[in-house]
């Protein structure tokens, strides 16, 4: 960081954003800012860096609020897909002779 950027914070309740999903958006962004994440009583605290000395720290924050949605959206699409995807899984895996349906489960 150079010393003429001053880095943006933005937070997020954590009553409605899983850490995951922060995690995952900060990643997301990497490429223009890192993030720090912090954690609080009631939210996440992350502090954005830009990368480059130019940038728009408010749209930083509109990029990471996005990002945060976007993948608030895949935690959850993930999360109710689930069970279906294991079906899915089994009964391809039930076809190839590679499951022995008379071994005992673990």
């Given at each position: ?8 914070t ?82 391809a ?14």
């Amino acid at each position: 960081m150079t010393a003429d950027v001053e880095p943006a914070t933005i937070t997020f309740d954590r009553a409605t954003v899983e850490l995951d999903a922060v995690q995952r958006a900060a990643y997301a962004v990497a490429a223009t800012m890192t993030v720090d994440i912090r954690v609080s009583a009631n939210e996440y605290v992350c502090t954005l860096f830009p990368r480059d000395a130019g940038a728009d720290l408010h749209d930083l924050q509109h990029q990471m609020r996005s990002e945060v949605i976007d993948q608030t959206l895949r935690v959850r699409i993930g999360q109710q897909t689930e069970p279906l995807r294991n079906l899915i899984f089994a009964l391809a895996f039930s076809q190839t002779g590679l499951a022995d349906p008379g071994a005992p489960e673990s």
